[in-house]
């Protein structure tokens, strides 16, 4: 009778400082499975950054639109690389950067697209049995470039620096300046045929006229 007193008595307490166990809801496949990014939808960067995409409340904006002046010489004088992980910021400054440009009166070429680079990391999903099951992380980085040409050295420095200091943050801006000089071998026809190398014939023949000068002085 008294151990079966006991026994209950033990039981009761046990059963009173012991918890439930509640399983934890697993993350559904579905989740697990999201893409990280979508294709990008087809749209023209002149209509798409236009002046009918601002909300001014109500009010009117009137700006004129900048003549593209054509190359001449086709003579390269800048490359612009813009460089981010956001399409729709970079495709938005490098519209900037080309109105800037013919604000300038510099010939500017189209938005060029560079390929996507893309980087991609395998973790795995947990330790034990999860470690056969990996996770996939990419990284796309979008790169936008834009020519100038037949522009003086003046004018791109100063259009440079107009755009990096008004460029937004997130984008990565590189510049690649084509500077034309004259080559120090390099001289006008005039001092190339006053200064050439004398031949043999020349300089016999320059001697014997120095030569005649002097007896003709030392004569009179």
């Known amino acids: 009778m008294n151990h079966s007193i006991a026994g209950r008595a033990a039981r009761a307490v046990f059963s009173r400082y012991t918890q439930p ?31 009918h995409s601002l909300d001014l409340k109500g009010e009117t904006l009137d700006i004129s639109l900048l003549p593209n002046p054509q190359p001449t010489h086709h003579a390269l004088a800048c490359t612009l690389h813009l460089q981010g992980y956001m399409p729709d910021h970079l495709d938005f400054v490098a519209h900037f950067c080309r109105h800037t440009a013919h604000a300038m009166q510099m010939p500017c070429s189209e938005t060029i697209h560079f390929p996507v680079q893309t980087k991609k990391w395998y973790v795995i999903k947990g330790p034990f049995v999860h470690a056969k ?88």
């Open 21 to 51: 166990v509640i399983p934890l809801p697993r993350i559904s496949a579905c989740v697990r499975t999201l893409a990280t990014s979508k294709p990008e939808p087809e749209r023209d960067p002149d209509t798409y950054y236009g002046l």
């Open 133 to 220: 099951t990996k996770e996939v992380f990419e990284q796309k980085k979008y790169v936008r470039a834009l020519q100038v040409f037949d522009a003086s050295e003046e004018s791109v420095k100063e259009w440079i620096a107009y755009i990096v200091k008004n460029v937004p943050a997130g984008v990565d801006v590189h510049v690649e300046r084509h500077v034309r000089s004259t080559l120090e071998s390099e001289a006008p026809l005039v001092d190339i045929a006053t200064k050439r190398e004398m031949t043999f014939q020349e300089r016999v023949e320059q001697k014997a006229s120095e030569f005649v000068a002097g007896w003709t002085r030392k004569a009179k």
